[in-house]
């Protein structure tokens, strides 16, 4: 049972990058995902989380408007969608999925998590 991030990489300020998440072992439409981030030095941070009942979602503040998060069943695959990229936003990002209701309550700790992936790089240039 595993969760696999792909789609990371190097792009410039103001580019785009979208975000994979797939699970393998189990179904992800089952549980409320969420990505987290972390920069060097810095604490990991929760991103954007959507629910498992009714794709209710969750930003945090600095992206809102930005990034987008959504589900794809059918490929067993969360996605999220970055656009107009900061040098703020680098670091591994990472998907996790909980068994929840809450995205909020998810999405601002990183604590009781069912699953973790192992993290993609996304570095921005300025």
């Known amino acids: 049972l595993q969760l696999v991030e792909s789609g990371g990489g190097l792009v410039q300020f103001g580019g785009s990058l979208r975000l994979s998440c797939t699970a393998s072992?189990?179904?992800?439409?089952?549980?409320?995902i969420g990505w987290f981030r972390q920069a060097p030095g810095k604490e990991r941070e929760g991103v954007s989380c959507?629910?498992?009942?009714?794709?209710?979602?969750y930003y945090t503040d600095s992206v809102k408007g930005r990034f987008t998060i959504f589900r794809d069943n059918a490929k067993n695959t969360v996605y999220l969608e970055m656009n107009n990229l900061k040098p703020e936003d680098a670091g591994v990002y990472y998907c996790?999925?909980?068994?929840?209701?809450?995205?909020?309550?998810?999405?601002?700790?990183?604590?009781?998590?069912?699953?973790w992936g192992k993290g993609t790089q996304v570095t921005v240039t300025s």
């Open positions: 996790a999925a909980q068994w929840t209701t809450d995205v909020q309550f998810m999405c601002i700790g990183t604590d009781g998590m069912d699953y």
């Open positions: 072992g189990f179904t992800l439409s089952t549980y409320a």
């Open positions: 959507i629910s498992m009942t009714d794709d209710s979602t």
